[in-house]
């Protein structure tokens, strides 16, 4: 059974329809991602699913519980990383800890959150002199000082160095090895395909496709960028493209000077089929590259846009 069941989810700010018609279910130990560009709507959707934002329209349900009925219960069995400007600066970081414990009733003891979060040395810092990471990792440890069962993080790797990314990495998987489901938003494609279970893309508050990381990739691996570039300048290029274009297997094509992108679903056929044209007109092709399939080509694919970190 899901853990948690969005349906047809809706919000509005005055014009601007920040959420069109959101649904999704999580199921119990995923890591759930919603990937999407600046405006998306992936706060929206989560602020809502938090409790923090009355939607005009839709269903959210944890199990059998409802924000309605259960607001006491849901507040429990969920926990919802804070902006790390909701931290206290002057509080250390067991104090910080230990504050954010007064407000449940089961916490967990703050030396096992600062051991889960690797803060255990920082224990007695004050929140001011952590660095942007260490503080990240503080709010996540907030998140989990009630034992949650369900995880929300917010963009947790926003503007981190990359080691202070993959520190952040640790944690989420570490939350999955003890059981809990961790629903999270993010930019950055490489955290998404990654940590995720299921990756959901959002644009302009709709989902645009919502799977496996794997499963996403696979469904366009069937294509393959392939890149030829030619000695023979600009002219080699384009007359190529056009055998190209004959290729059955050649799904499109681009040309910038003497180098030819094509996206083909055979490509060895294509390069066997292309080489035969560039031998017959003495043509010399100086480089060749097949390139694998990434997140951030699904997305292109399934958006018709590119992706901005
Ligand atoms: N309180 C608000 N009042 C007015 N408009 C809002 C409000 N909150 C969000 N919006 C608008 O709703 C849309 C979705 O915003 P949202 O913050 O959910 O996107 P996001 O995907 O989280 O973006 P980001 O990655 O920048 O955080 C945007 O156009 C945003 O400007």
């Known amino acids: 059974m ?4 969005v349906n047809r989810l809706r919000k509005s700010f005055g014009d601007v329809r920040a ?9 119990p130990g995923e890591i759930f991602t919603i990937i999407g560009p600046n405006g998306a709507g992936k706060t929206t959707t989560l602020e809502m699913i938090e409790g923090l934002l009355p939607p005009d329209s839709g269903d959210i349900r944890f199990g059998s519980l409802t924000w309605v009925k259960d607001e006491d219960r849901i507040k429990r069995e969920i926990g919802v990383q804070p902006q790390s400007s909701a931290l206290f600066d002057l509080l250390t970081v067991q104090e910080n800890l230990e504050l954010f414990a007064t407000f449940y009733p089961h916490a967990r003891p703050a030396a096992e959150v600062m051991d889960m979060i690797s803060l255990t040395d920082q224990r007695n810092k004050h929140v001011k002199k952590l660095s942007g990471g260490q503080k990240q990792r503080l709010a996540i440890g907030l998140a989990m000082i009630n034992d949650p069962k369900i995880i929300f993080l917010d963009e947790p790797t926003t503007g981190l160095d990359p080691q202070a990314r993959r520190n952040i990495w640790d944690i989420v998987l570490k939350l999955k090895q003890i059981g809990k489901t961790t629903i999270l938003t993010t930019h950055y494609m490489e955290e998404a395909e990654k940590l ?8 302009q508050g709709k989902i645009v496709t919502l799977d496996t990381p794997a499963a996403l990739i696979d469904r366009l691996t069937k294509e393959r960028e392939v890149r030829l570039s030619f000695l023979d300048g600009a002219t080699a290029a384009a007359e190529t493209e056009q055998a190209a274009r004959q290729n059955a297997a050649v799904v499109r094509t681009e040309l910038e000077g003497a180098s030819l992108k094509l996206w083909t679903t055979k490509p060895e056929e294509t390069l066997y089929d292309l080489f035969g044209f560039t031998k017959d ?7 060749i590259s097949i390139r694998e399939m990434s ?12 992706w901005r970190d």
């Open 2 to 5: 899901p853990v948690l069941e």
């Open 19 to 27: 959420v069109e018609e959101i649904s999704f279910s999580v199921e």
């Open 196 to 203: 995720s279970d299921r990756v959901c893309i959002v644009d």
């Open 281 to 287: 007109k003495g043509y010399r092709v100086e480089q």
């Open 295 to 306: 997140l951030e080509d699904v997305f292109i694919a399934f958006t018709g846009k590119e």
